[in-house]
């Protein structure tokens, strides 16, 4: 199965955890925690935002592809 | 008189005419055997007890319409009309419908294929794939126009609205929905972008379920590349499907809640990520105030301050010298400069001597005053001349 395209919430979300996780860790640079930690608050903002705007999508599978025959 | 001679296919012929006019409609109770379907999609299987059989055929099309595949041993009504198959001087049933002797057949039935597909490996453990967090597409396989479909549909508003949710609608009861089942499966798995698929249908009786006890379907879930949640009728309701599902939920809701993060969740996640961070950070940068604490008090670093010290201590011992030297100069200059004294005071009596004072002395001490001197011990006169002494 070829690699597919994330939306860009799933993104963000999965890196959110990422950069939990490296956070949690001992020994962490300081410089590093603080560009993960300033990274960590863009995507916040950016996954709040798409929450905010976000709309159950429904898609009829079958009626997509008799439409894409016709 | 000669008997009348027949010729096979006219006694066949005599044959067929009878049996197929008097049993035209015949409904019979029997044990499938040797049930086989072939490529063709026609059926062809034996019904027996334990003193006959009788051949039966269920022609593709017809068939359709049975809502479950028959199994060996299975017991069965049959409803159909007798034919004979004059090539080979047989006679079967043509069967035109097919039902359970008893819901009791379905239950052993799906005891069958359960243990079947146990020995085979179908529902092992390592097979079960995980389900993924944060879905993006989540396949539905369900019927469009179910209460199911709506469960899920609002489960999903409410729980995690970012996702899609792609339905492959199907027939989920009655015949040929096993097949559609197994369709839609396939169809979702082609697409390539969906990351958990939810296979299921309401509540119903076990007919009403049966499609979910089919081989193919438990295959067509066993086979599929994305990872399936099984959610079948009610909590009480076990199928084949549920045991090989990657996951089981006991109703389609809660396969949608499985399927979907809880939108609050990640919400309070997301509003306590930059407090929590921002201890974390506090937390980081204290070990390294720590460390650079001890880095200052460690030995080395405190050497160059050690050679600085010493220094220090030689340059205030060359001072403590150099201070030294220079009051032992200074000293011997006010000893010279009080002897000088001493002459210039001294010449300075013996001006006032030479005008005829006398100076008294008793104990070598100058005696100023004549309260001082004492009675009746001897004491010197210190003449410009010079001294004598006056004995007590």
Known sequence: ?70 | MEQDIFSVSELTGLIRKTLETNFSDVTIIGEISNFKAHVSGHWYFTLKDSNAQVSCTMWRGVNNYVFFTPQDGMKIIITGKLTVYPLRGSYQIDVRSMKPAGIGELQAAFERLKQKLALEGLFNEVNKKPIPKFPVKIGIVTAIDGAAFQDMKSIAARRYPVVELVLASCKVQGEKASDEIVESINLLNKQNDIDVIIVGRGGGSLEDLWAFNEEIVARAIFDSSIPIISAVGHEIDFTISDFVADLRAPTPSAAMELATPDVNEILSFLSEFPNYFREKMLKIILNYRTIIDQSVSSYGFRLPQNIIKNKMQNLDNIYYRIQNSFENKLNQLKNRLSLLNNIVESSNIDRILKKGFVIIKQEDKFITRSKNIIQGKSFNMKFYDGEIKING
């Open chain 1, 1 to 70: 199965m070829a690699k597919k395209k994330e939306s860009v919430f799933e993104d963000s979300i999965n890196r959110l955890q990422e950069i939990s996780d490296f956070l949690e860790k001992d020994g962490i640079e300081l410089e590093e925690s603080i560009k993960l930690y300033e990274e960590g608050i863009e995507l916040v903002k950016i996954c709040n935002r798409t929450l905010k705007d976000a709309e159950l999508k429904v898609t009829d599978l079958k009626k997509q592809l008799e439409q894409s025959i016709k």
